[in-house]
């Protein structure tokens, strides 16, 4: 989860590519990583008030949404 955090918050910096790196590398991880399941994990009602920012920076960083 780390990597994607990181990824998340290096896209919205706007350091697209470093954001990309750490996404890449946490696929590498972890390859069924996906928004949705983030999602599901901690469903929407449960997301703390920040994480939909942090779910805009993982769309940013390439993390797939399914």
């Known amino acids: 989860m780390s990597h994607f955090v990181l990824a998340a918050a290096l896209a919205l910096l706007g350091r697209v590519e470093q954001a990309q790196a750490a ?9 069924q990583f996906t928004i949705a399941r983030v ?20 769309r940013k960083a390439g ?3 399914q």
């Open 63 to 65: 993390v797939p949404e």
């Open 39 to 58: 999602r599901a994990t901690f469903g929407d009602s449960a997301i703390p008030s920040g994480g939909e920012r942090m779910i805009e920076g993982m």
């Open 23 to 31: 996404a890449r590398a946490g696929l590498t991880l972890n390859p």
